[in-house]
């Protein structure tokens, strides 16, 4: 566990978080992957749309990822929309928040209070950011490791994660992690959370292929138990 105690956060603690937003535009999916030296970094950090994935970070406004979304399923291009979140936002300055739309539109905004290493980046199909970092190399490593990768959206999104620790990561420890995917048919596998532990990267990973092969087992166990049943059984909701 991260070495984190009462009087850490007495004298000057600030979450640090990295994370990527990403779009598939094959697969009409969009996705968040994330992980933190704090607990329960799913609960506050990532979040996805079929238009956008948006990630709130470093002194965490939730609000602005909402609303990001919303703004955005209004007809808001997300630059604009965050742009707007900011501009009203008091402490702005102590604020990440990046993401991407499925029109290739970016955002990234690292604030200047910021606890360093601090930064951000975009591309084509995906944005990176993170703060309190061992260093500029762990974004290098989270956005090289994503476009290199092949699979699935939730795959490559931890592929970017597990690089991304391997080059240092967040500089206290590590404690939580997030996957969250939009997609047009859900599956669990698209909602995961670790929200205390001593890998989180790691036990992400483990539980994104525990759950891919649980939901791959799942007709053939139905099949057994039930016989004859509706497909529409098999239909997948998820909470976003």
Same mark, same amino acid.
């Given at each position: 566990?991260?070495?984190?105690?009462? =009087?850490?956060?007495?004298t000057g603690f600030a979450p640090g978080t990295f994370s990527i937003a990403a779009t598939d535009p094959e697969t009409s999916q969009t996705g968040v992957a994330v992980t933190t030296g704090t607990a329960g970094v799913g609960a506050v950090c990532p979040y996805v749309s079929d238009r956008a994935a948006v990630v709130t970070q470093s002194f965490t406004k939730t609000s602005h990822g909402a609303n990001a979304l919303e703004f955005v399923d209004r007809g808001i291009p997300l630059d604009a929309a965050c742009e707007v979140l900011l501009d009203a936002d008091e402490y702005a300055s102590y604020?990440?928040?990046? %993401?991407?739309?499925t029109d290739g539109t970016t955002f990234v905004h690292t604030g200047d209070d910021c606890v360093s290493w601090n930064g951000g980046c975009s591309q084509e199909t995906h944005t990176v950011a993170g703060n309190m970092l061992a260093g500029e190399a762990v974004l290098d490593a989270v956005t090289e490791a994503f476009v290199d990768a092949d699979g699935k959206l939730v795959d490559r999104l931890v592929t970017a994660l597990e690089a991304g620790q391997?080059?240092? %990561?967040?500089k206290r420890g590590k404690v939580s992690a997030a996957l969250l995917v939009h997609a047009p048919v859900p599956q669990r596998y698209h =909602? *995961? !959370?670790?929200?205390l532990s001593d890998d989180p990267v790691t036990? *992400? !990973?483990? *539980? *994104?292929e525990h759950t891919k092969r649980v939901t791959d087992e799942l007709p053939g166990r139905l099949a057994e138990q039930l016989g004859t049943y509706p497909e529409e059984m098999l239909d997948s909701e998820i909470k976003y």
């Open positions: 566990m991260a070495d984190i105690d009462a =009087n850490t956060w007495q604020r990440q928040l990046h %993401g991407i739309q391997e080059a240092g %990561g967040d =909602n *995961l !959370r670790v929200d036990d *992400l !990973r483990e *539980l *994104l």
